[in-house]
């Protein structure tokens, strides 16, 4: 699967980070996770300064609630920390965020839904579509899956995420 290129991209620099959100529908498993991964990577790699990372979810159900038991307890096996408090996406974290990054096809289309013009459109793809592996192109619910669907989800999210970050560092102005 060819990466998609990013329509919106713009340098990126201290004084102007480029911002992102991930979204899934009730934001505390696959987005946090997301969030929480892509923290981690872009400090590891000492690019903090150059981003700001947030997640949140197309369904009010958890807003105010820390990210799930299950997400966390795995996040934390591979060092990475989940510290979000769960947040409904509004419309106004298109005007925002550079790119929104939905992880299944029904949050992609109440995104869209939202979405006011092409400016807003072209911000939007889905997590998957940076995956370099990709047996599906949404990110699954772990929810209800037990413990493994959890693993799986991480390993989906952390090689999306560094993939995405690779083709974002192309445009980070020192």
């Known amino acids: ?69 299950k997400s966390r307890k795995v996040a934390e096996e591979y060092g990475v920390k989940l510290l979000s408090t769960a947040r409904k ?19 992609y289309h109440n995104i869209l839904h939202l979405a006011n013009g092409e400016a807003h459109h072209s911000k939007v793809y889905m997590l998957r579509d940076f995956d370099p592996q990709p047996d599906e192109d949404e990110v699954p619910d772990p929810y209800y899956g037990g413990i493994n669907g959890f693993y799986h989800v991480f390993e989906v999210v952390q090689r999306s995420c560094r993939s995405l970050l690779d083709q974002l560092k192309v445009k980070i102005e020192k």
């Open 89 to 107: 996406f509004e419309s106004s974290d298109l005007d925002y965020f550079d790119l929104v990054l939905a992880m299944d096809r029904q949050n």
């Open 1 to 69: 699967m060819a990466e998609p290129t990013i329509q919106t991209i713009r340098p990126i620099t201290k004084e102007n980070p480029y911002r992102l959100c991930f979204v899934c529908l009730g934001n505390i498993c696959r987005s946090p996770t997301a969030e929480g991964v892509m923290q981690h990577e872009v400090n590891h790699q000492g690019l903090s300064s150059f981003f700001e990372i947030d997640s949140a979810g197309t369904a009010a159900y958890h807003v105010g609630e820390p990210a799930n038991s």
